[in-house]
């Protein structure tokens, strides 16, 4: 079994992406003596939210970023007529009677959101929620999202794509009095939640989300040691031989590839 490897995994509702980061790391296999292989994940998902959540293994913790700066497509459901603190249903929840106007105004585009001061957005080294729940005001700064798609499939559903970063929650509580009661994430980028319980070796996982460029020789023992290698790219890449991936590479002037995540050490 390929000890780096991306899990594709359905987190179901009423468990942290923690639970399950903490449940994989416990089931990995481990030479006597030995730590187990480093695990994490790319992008949070609330404990009420249900669906698709990548899990890194051992050397794919080192492209996290990459992972989590991919769009994500949500199915979402709205409660009419009532407000929740939180923006989902573990908030406090006041009736207000007043359903948002029809038809819905559903917002596309590149878009302004602060997210909601119950959010793992850090503030001075502290998750925001935990702020918010020791009754300290939070006002979190603004941040540019872009919506693809936010589109009603029923009277309280909604289909939504968006960049990573979305607050799912308050793009439904924008809609006026209204809360999230269901999310589910049904894929990441390339990645299918119906494809859950999958393991991609790092080398897949990374092919499906960059270009990769095959090296040999000495442009491979060059990369392998963090040293620049001629070729041109839009983007971040993967440099990769016979033996497997060697490097996250991106272009550099000049025409050349700089090795910036590697993965032979």
Known sequence: MDADAVLLVDKPAGRTSHDIVAEVRRGLPRAAGAPRPKVGHAGTLDPFATGLLLVLVGRATRVQRFL??????????????????????????VET??????????????????????????????????????????ELPER???????????????????????????LIADLGDAYCTALRRTAIGPFDVRDAGARLPLA????????????????????????????RA????????????????????????????????
């Open 234 to 265: 839009d983007g971040p890449l993967l440099l990769a031989d016979d033996d497997g991936p060697i490097a996250v590479a991106e272009p550099r002037d000049a025409g050349m590839l700089k090795p910036i995540v590697g993965f032979r050490a």
């Open 97 to 138: 009677g007043r359903p948002p106007p029809e038809p819905l105004v559903l917002p596309t585009g590149v878009l302004r959101q602060r997210p909601p001061a119950y959010s793992a957005v850090k503030v001075a080294g502290e998750r925001a929620y935990a702020l918010a729940r020791r009754g300290e005001a939070v």
């Open 68 to 93: 989590m700066a991919l769009p994500k497509t949500y199915v979402a459901r709205a409660r009419f007529g009532a407000v929740s603190s939180t923006g989902d249903p573990e908030g406090e929840i």
């Open 144 to 170: 540019e999202i872009v919506v693809h798609r936010f589109e009603r499939l029923g009277p309280d559903e909604f289909a939504i794509e968006c960049s990573s970063g979305t607050y799912v929650r308050s």
């Open 204 to 231: 897949d996982a990374l092919g499906a989300v960059m270009p990769v460029r095959r090296l040999g020789g000495e442009d491979a023992g060059r990369a392998a040691h963090g040293l620049a290698v001629a070729g």
